[in-house]
């Protein structure tokens, strides 16, 4: 029977779910292998054909190595907490969670007619409250932590307790809020309950604070960065600005320095782990307070009588101190806590008008833009702290509030942008080194000699530093400081479709409900938005408030405590998601020590560039943490990432011509005709193209408005213009998996995306060359039967030439897998099956091993082929990969080219362990070269062994 690709597929499909094939076990005496890939947000649209292409990687690798006999662990599941839901309900008054239930079905359809080998009964999903009981559970032990700097590890908070009750503050050296108390044993006992918790609060964690974050009312809800482009909401449109808002936040910045250390021990991108370098951005400089004009000194014991803020100076982070000379303005971002009390009558209009500009843009538009010089002054100075000079403060939008101090130190004539900003504001620009009309960067770690210096000159850079940082060490207006660039991570979303935080308040604190009540369930509400007042939308949930165990017990009657309102963040129930694949139905705890020390962490993690600083850091945020606490046992969740590059769309168009009024008809002129027209190119839908040739009856029907297009065609045909562009639904380039596994078949899909190109880069759609891939596993297929679709398998001996194919393969193959090269081993296929085909090879000992070659890349098709071969077994997936013997590669014949008089006439092939003499003996005795003598003797035989023979006559 010809390849019946349907019927196939969807028998082994179905085989594959009822026996459980890719189960894998917690227990085992096999190695472990986890393959893991980035679980999908479960949209509407369902998947195109970029989607699966890691996955495809990801299953290949994941079934070889089953084939080199490891227990693999392959899960897939489902990151299905997120906006687009919650908006599809704002607008139906549909529950997320019905949307949610129908996009996953879609999802899990799509993803079994690939033919994907994961192991479906560890499916997780984390809008299940099984799941985020889970995350919850680790939102309380960070809540119940601090970062011990001298233990570099998170300690349980009960023992910062035990330290401060018996000790003090004192001895204490802790990641935490800049304004913390300085108190006694004795102090600490006689403080109540609030003031303790309110303290202990700045050393948790994850903690409240008020923090500037995107804020984007028509959504009613705080947007990311990445959700932020160009001072609008990617999802929508609408306007973000930039707003102060009580936070969770977490605090990521603890583990700043092990992020960066542990980036040297995993396998990764180099790209991708540069990203996070940055992003962690570790500076070594120093802290610089600028005291501000008129205020007294903190120790003096008055406050400065100039302001009702009680600071005196502004503090600065520099990794340049060396040119603390030449500083002629400080800038402090919008956002400083000290903007309005720094900010004269006479300037504040300046000021108010500029914050509500930058309020219109994202913190990442105000990063990206070096070009735009704007700002505003607040009408106060600071002096230098080491010549008294009088310095102007300015507010500017390029200076963040959440990164280091909120404040600059401007040296014009050594930074590019600070000299930009001070001759656009005509500010001074003063001399660090002996340069005369610098307009450019000026380093003296390079050339020169300070100068405006009474202690610097002719010191090098490094002693230049160390002279500054002491003599502002002894002034107490400076020291050494190692900065981090990353902020703590804000942990908080006003939407209603994400993890509830178990969070209660008491007092205006919060506290943690018992985890004998996790999960804390979504509560019913009337509509998914905030309320009229302003409320995240949990804010509409009736009788719905934490009740003390005692008032449970005693089943008292009340409205309890206020729960917070506002949901986790997107990032929540990924960060940890891959613990929980180990042992999905725990309901004791997120995952089992047993299966925790087996499958240890992620072996092969699969997924996009486009996660580095998000989830990917986050991941190793909660990782360490959770290593810490004695959870986990490995300090990194995932050895090896590969970044899958992206299949981008090809757009097809059609042109519309236009009138002599300019406007558009209904006349549209193929591609290779336009210069000869006027016309306005329009996206068209690539499913009614094909080999770039317009289907003109689908058009017709595609849109209402061309049912009665016309047409200017070229050779009777109507061609589409090709433009390679993202894959988007409104390019109309879109193209369904459905459409192509109904069409070509899943193990065509498969090995097409992998003959596209190398896993990691992007390539660009292309339908018409899926015919290839097709035709060669039908040609496959061809080798088990003869001309009549009879399966036709003999048990004769292989011959030298089949093994020499079959081991060529089973190398290629293995060595291919093992560095991901997949789109390699596709066109290695085609080779090896060309040559068997050429040496009509049926071989049952050829074909046996070919099949379980070709097996990870097109499962199906091999599956069928390996029962039609007599295995009993019931799937390939319990095969062993054959093992390469490099004998069958050995050459001992060489085919010799043999030339009359220096031109090649024909090729004799002869053993390579002939002589000299014996060679030129074979030769000359050969058929073809004696009609090419054609009776004369040669004057000479020239034989180089195992390259030539040339015959001069």
Not at 594 to 623: M, P, Q
Not at 735 to 761: H, I, K
């Amino acid at each position: 029977m010809d390849y019946q690709f349907k019927d196939i597929e969807q028998k082994w499909q179905q085989f594959w779910a009822d026996n459980k094939t890719f189960r894998a076990e917690n227990k085992t005496n096999k190695p472990k292998y986890y393959v893991l890939d980035m679980f999908p947000y479960p949209s509407g649209a369902g998947l195109h054909v970029g989607h699966p292409l890691g996955y495809i990687a990801s299953d290949i690798f994941a079934r070889y190595k089953r084939l080199k006999g490891f227990n693999v662990l392959h899960p897939m599941g489902y990151d299905s907490f997120g906006l687009p839901a919650e908006q599809y309900a704002i607008q139906t008054g549909q529950h997320p969670s019905v949307t949610t239930e129908e996009n996953i079905a879609t999802y899990r359809r799509q993803l079994d007619q690939i033919g994907f080998s994961f192991d479906w009964d560890r499916e997780v999903r984390t809008s299940s409250p099984d799941y985020y009981k889970w995350t919850q559970w680790i939102f309380i032990q960070l809540f119940n932590s601090w970062y011990n700097k001298d233990a570099d590890k998170a300690e349980s908070i009960a023992k910062l307790v035990e330290h401060f009750e018996t000790k003090g503050s004192a001895g204490i050296n802790a990641v935490c809020d800049e304004e913390i108390l300085s108190f006694t044993a004795y102090e600490w006992r006689a403080m109540n309950e609030q003031e303790q918790q309110a303290e202990l609060l700045k050393y948790r964690l994850t903690y409240l604070r008020e923090s500037t974050v995107n804020w984007c009312a028509a959504l009613g809800t705080v947007l990311a960065n990445d959700e932020v482009k160009d001072g609008f909401s990617e999802r929508g449109g609408y306007p973000v600005e930039q707003k102060k808002m009580m936070q969770w936040s977490m605090r990521i910045t603890a583990y700043a320095q092990r992020l960066l250390e542990g980036l040297d021990t995993i396998d990764w991108p180099e790209p991708l782990k540069e990203m996070q370098r940055n992003w962690i951005g570790k500076s070594v400089g120093a802290s610089v307070r600028f005291p501000l004009e008129g205020a007294k000194s903190e120790d003096s014991g008055s406050s400065a009588p100039r302001t009702s803020n009680s600071a005196s100076y502004i503090e600065v982070f520099t990794t340049r101190v060396d040119t603390i000379f030449g500083v002629s303005f400080l800038v402090i971002a919008p956002e400083h806590e000290l903007v309005a009390s720094l900010t004269t009558p006479e300037q504040k209009a300046d000021i108010d008008a500029y914050i509500a500009q930058t309020k219109k843009k994202s913190e990442l538009d105000r990063m990206a833009d070096t070009k735009t010089v704007s700002g505003a002054f607040t009408g106060s100075y600071v002096t230098n702290p080491l010549n008294g000079d009088k310095i102007p403060v300015w507010i500017a939008d390029y200076v963040l509030a959440g990164y280091g101090t909120g404040a600059v130190m401007a040296v014009p004539s050594g930074d590019q942008r600070d000299y930009l900003f001070a001759k656009h504001f005509k500010l001074p620009i003063i001399p660090i080194i002996d340069i005369q009309n610098i307009e450019v960067e000026a380093d003296p770690t390079k050339e020169g000699k300070y100068i405006n210096s009474d202690f610097m000159n002719g010191l090098g850079y490094k002693e230049a530093t160390a002279a500054v940082v002491a003599k502002l060490e002894a002034l107490g207006l400076g020291k050494a400081k190692v900065n981090f660039r990353m902020r703590d991570a804000i942990f908080g979303r006003q939407r209603y479709w994400g993890e509830p935080v178990p969070v209660y308040f008491k007092g205006g604190l919060p506290y943690l409900i018992g985890e004998e009540h996790l999960p804390l369930l979504l509560p019913e509400i009337d509509k998914y938005l905030p309320t009229e007042t302003g409320e995240p939308p949990l804010g509409r949930a009736t009788d719905w408030s934490y009740k003390s165990q005692e008032s449970r017990d005693k089943n008292q009657e009340g409205a309890g405590y206020a729960y917070e309102l506002s949901t986790m963040p997107g990032w929540a129930g990924s960060s940890w998601y891959w613990y929980r694949y180990m042992d999905a139905h725990n309901d004791k705890e997120f995952a089992s020590r047993e299966a925790i020390e087996y499958w240890k962490d992620v072996d092969l993690y699969i997924g996009g560039s486009e996660h580095a600083t998000g989830h990917l850091l986050y991941s190793r945020f909660w990782n360490k943490f959770l290593k810490d606490i004695g959870k986990v046992v490995e300090e990194e969740p995932f050895k090896k990432l590969i970044n899958q590059g992206m299949i981008q769309g090809r757009s097809n168009f059609v042109y519309r011509l236009i009138d002599d009024m300019g406007k558009g008809t209904n006349t549209f002129v193929s591609h290779g005709l336009i210069k000869n027209h006027k016309t306005s190119p329009l996206h068209v839908d690539v499913n009614i193209v094909e080999n770039e040739v317009l289907n003109l009856n689908k058009f017709k029907i595609w849109r209402p408005e061309f049912a009665d297009a016309e047409f200017i065609l070229e050779n009777g045909k109507y061609i589409c213009g090709v433009e390679i562009e993202k894959m988007s639904k409104r390019y109309y380039n879109v193209v369904n998996p459905d459409d192509l596994t109904q069409r070509y078949g899943a193990d065509t899909l498969r090995m097409y995306e992998m003959f596209l190109g190398p896993l990691e880069q992007s390539k660009p759609w292309n339908t018409n060359g899926i015919e290839g891939v097709f035709k060669f596993l039908r040609k496959f297929w061809r080798l088990f039967h003869d001309a009549d679709w009879n399966f036709n398998v003999t048990n004769e001996a292989p011959t030298k030439a089949e093994l020499k194919s079959l081991h060529k393969i089973i190398r290629k193959v293995e060595e291919d897998i093992e560095r991901f090269s997949f789109n390699t081993s596709v066109s290695s296929f085609m080779i090896a099956v060309n040559e068997l085909t050429d040496l009509k090879c049926n071989k049952r000992a050829i074909l046996h091993e070919l099949v379980i070659v070709l097996a990870p890349y097109a499962p199906h098709i091999c599956e069928e082929l390996w029962v039609l071969l007599g295995n009993d077994a019931g799937t390939i997936s319990t095969a062993a990969y054959p093992k390469f013997n490099p004998a069958y590669l050995v050459e001992d014949e060489f085919s010799y080219p043999v030339s009359f008089n220096g031109k090649m006439k024909t090729n004799v092939s002869l053993s390579l362990a002939m002589e000299v003499a014996d060679i030129e003996a074979a030769i000359l005795a050969n058929p073809d070269v004696q009609k090419y003598l054609d009776g004369k003797t040669p004057k000479k035989v020239i034989v180089v062994k195992g390259r030539i023979v040339n015959i001069v006559i």
